[in-house]
């Protein structure tokens, strides 16, 4: 897609705005999916999972949800 060619469609987990070269354009209408983050029981999350966690979190519109 550099090189202009090419079209994705990706979610928005990502900071995408950090690649050089890349365009973001949000897609009109575009549905609403669920998003679940399973874990093992009794298994402390690495540094990474966590962080992972914790963006995926800040994303949630303010009143859904958290266990």
Known sequence: M???LGIAVVDSLLPWEQFDGIEIRPLDGA???PL???T???KSLSR???LMRAQIRSLL???LSRP
Request: glycine share 22%; no cysteine.
């Open 2 to 4: 550099q090189a202009g």
């Open 31 to 33: 549905p609403a999916l």
């Open 36 to 38: 679940s983050l399973l």
């Open 40 to 42: 093992l029981r009794g």
């Open 48 to 50: 990474a999972e966590g």
């Open 61 to 63: 519109p303010e009143g």
